[in-house]
């Protein structure tokens, strides 16, 4: 269901991201894809060990954590020109961040049709070896974390469940509804509905001020829920399933309006935990 489709049940909203979050796909993922797509889409092979050391800091052990593809595309490539050997094109890339509505693989063809470049269609390659190889893992090496099923079906009971990821849609959705998780879940948002700003912001115009809150496990997610105005509530790498556990403690300060009294406690713990 998309987020004009999406009519409100509750009066509380929680929002979750997927990989890395809910779901134990994120390190998998780039080491398996993401990782494998760059080293071979620009011939890097001789170079495999640092730029996956760098692409990998990136992604998953910093405060760029889970950020969106084609800003960690980007964000690699300029390492990899100024560290590696040169990458010819970089600035039409930046361009394409700095203009898009949304990125994804639809906004990047569209984008290439008007503005040729061999850079944007080796990005464009890059992205759609990477949706290869995703698909292409073993189910059974991507799960969900301890606790997760279990807190979210507790959740549907005072709120609506909306999936919000950068990720690509149909990946996010075939996991959620592998994992039996579908019956839960009131709203997919996903790559092709814009950034994870923009969909929160649609979302939480459906609610009152103080209703909403993001679970996430990236500082996007973060970034996300504070120019909004919502709540966050971190999923710690390293320690995800303690994090699934413990969020029914907070779950309840947030029904009973007094999650304000902890939140800036709770962010700094997640920020130490990426440093």
Not at 19 to 33: F, L, N, Y
Request: charged share 30%; aromatic share 10%.
């Amino acid at each position: 269901m998309t987020i004009e489709e999406f009519t409100p049940k509750h009066k509380f909203l929680i929002c979750i991201d997927s990989d890395g979050c809910a779901v134990d796909s994120m390190t998998i993922k780039h080491k398996k894809a993401f990782g494998r797509a760059l080293i071979e889409t620009w011939h890097l092979e001789d170079y495999k060990d640092k730029v996956m050391a760098e692409w990998e800091r990136i992604n998953l052990y910093s405060m760029t954590r889970g950020i969106n593809r084609f800003l960690g595309l980007n964000m690699a490539l300029n390492y990899i020109n100024q560290n590696i050997k040169p990458i010819d094109g970089l600035a039409d890339l930046t361009k394409f961040i700095e203009t898009a509505k949304s990125y994804s693989n639809n906004a990047l063809e569209e984008y290439i049709k008007s503005n040729p470049s061999k850079l944007l269609e080796e990005c464009l390659s890059w992205s759609n070896l990477t949706n290869k190889y995703i698909k292409e893992l073993p189910e059974s090496s991507i799960n969900l974390f301890k606790n997760v099923k279990d807190q979210i079906k507790r959740m549907t009971d005072n709120s609506d469940i909306a999936v919000v990821s950068s990720a690509n849609y149909d990946a996010v959705y075939n996991e959620w509804k592998r994992l039996g998780l579908m019956d839960y879940v009131s709203v997919f948002c996903t790559q092709n509905e814009g950034t994870k700003e923009k969909c929160l912001e649609r979302l939480s115009k459906r609610y009152p001020q103080g209703n909403v809150i993001m679970v996430g496990d990236g500082p996007g997610d973060l970034d996300a829920a504070k120019s909004n105005r919502i709540y966050f509530y971190p999923i710690l790498a390293g320690s995800e399933d303690k994090s699934w556990k413990k969020i029914n403690s907070y779950l309840d300060l947030f029904y009973t309006s007094q999650l304000d009294y902890c939140q800036e406690k709770i962010i700094d713990s997640f920020k130490d935990n990426l440093r």
